[in-house]
Nanobody, 123 residues
Framework: QVQLVESGGGLVQPGGSLTLSCDIS????????IGWFRQAPGKEREGFIC???????FLSDSVKGRFTISRDTSNNTVLLQMTGLKLEDTAIYYC?????????????????WGQGTQVTVSS
């Protein structure tokens, strides 16, 4: 059974940085892609970044130049490093597993999810 646990969320000021972790069990990073999604109050969940089994990365325009994704295969963990945070980045952040990153913008294609971690950007 695939399980994902997010951590690292919190309150940060605009322009600040935060790193989220996604700890994975039940599957290795050689077997799955990991995507990050976020859902702001009253809005649909959106995908914005993904790291594939071959370590290739996919990023949406909304986070390019600000967010990076990396893998720690020894710990079976994926990190999401966020810099230059904006008020509109406030959301619950989720990681999810799928065989392919090609679906990273479509949350409905992903079946295995973590419980989410809250990120609040506020002055």
């Amino acid at each position: 059974q695939v399980q994902l646990v997010e951590s690292g969320g919190g309150l940060v000021q605009p322009g600040g940085s935060l790193t989220l972790s996604c700890d994975i069990s039940g599957i290795t990073l050689d077997q799955t892609a990991i995507g990050w999604f976020r859902q702001a109050p009253g809005k649909e969940r959106e995908g914005f970044i993904c790291i594939a089994r071959n370590n290739h990365r996919f990023l949406s325009d909304s986070v390019k130049g600000r967010f990076t994704i990396s893998r720690d295969t020894s710990n079976n963990t994926v990190l999401l490093q966020m810099t230059g945070l904006k008020l509109e980045d406030t959301a619950i952040y989720y990681c999810a597993a799928h065989a392919w990153c090609v679906y990273y913008l479509d949350y409905t294609a992903w079946n295995d999810w973590g419980q989410g971690t809250q990120v609040t950007v506020s002055s």
